[in-house]
């Protein structure tokens, strides 16, 4: 993995998983490489055809277009389904002067009000645009949100025979069977970042779960960091590449492998064009305890976290980086 400059840029080179490659050994070498290195890989050849991922794009686009009284009227709940506005989310708020110059619209597994899986933290209802409004809208991203949990889940087998666990491991109910899996459409209105002024698309930050699936509309603006102890930090672009999910581990399973997966540090920065991205969280069931793996731990390298619930863990994250309801409520 070999990182290269264009025009003064520094790019950072991932390892490319090919999901239709039947040399599994292959595959896992690669991604056991890339979780140990950086956190960060490509998934090609996931099954998810170009075609509809154009559309989810074209889908997203329109419902960002809306005058924004529209938007607010779907402004986010407590569950963290529907729309976010512009600097809602504050990733890194010792570097950041605002929030994230970004916004977004959050979307969950469904569950309807009377149903017991509704009283659940992130699950219930879904938020959606009038379908006189965006028809076909809610279709489009049901549809998304089923097939990245499979390419998600296929992915994650990979990362269990990396781990030396049983391929299946994440596929327990408790697991990916009843998953908390939330996709996030996601707008950066054409800020230019500022790092030196604080200023940033989305501020650097780790994700909280078990992997990202990031899909992108080919606008440079990821930057991951691999040592985030550097002194100074050394920041690297990730390239879109066509066609492919930038797949990326998140705190979840950095703690269940005890630190031998890396969740890496990463940002956006803006560079005057608009971008659009998808994000697709993936993170195990409400009452998934997450502890140190069988095979990440020894009695020279005993675990480095106590168990937690995954709701536990979840709630506590969202909490520390999203704006307080109660501030639109005032306005």
Known sequence: MENRMIDGTQLSALNCIDLSNPDIDHSVALLKQACMDC???????HGISQEFMDEVFEQSKRFFTLPLDEKMKLLRNEKHRGYTPVLDEHLDPENQVHGDYKEGYYIGVEALEDEPEAEKPFYGPNVWPAPDTMPGWRETMEKYHQEALEVAREVAKIIALALDL???????????????????LLHYDGQTSEPSKGIFGAGAHSDYGLITLLATDGILGLQICKDKNAKPQIWEFVPPLKGAFIVNLGDMLERWS??????????????????YSIAYFVEPSHDCLIECLP??????????????????????RYKDTHADLNTYNKH
């Open 295 to 316: 095979t990440c731990k020894s009695e020279k390298d005993p675990p480095k976290f106590p168990s937690i619930l995954c709701r536990t863990y979840l709630s506590q």
């Open 258 to 275: 005890n630190c031998i997966f890396k969740s890496t540090l990463h940002r956006v920065l803006g560079n005057g064009q608009e971008r």
């Open 166 to 184: 049983d391929i299946n491991f994440f596929d327990k109910s408790e697991m990916l069977g009843e998953p908390i899996a939330i996709l996030r």
């Open 39 to 45: 956190g960060f890989f490509y998934v090609v050849n």
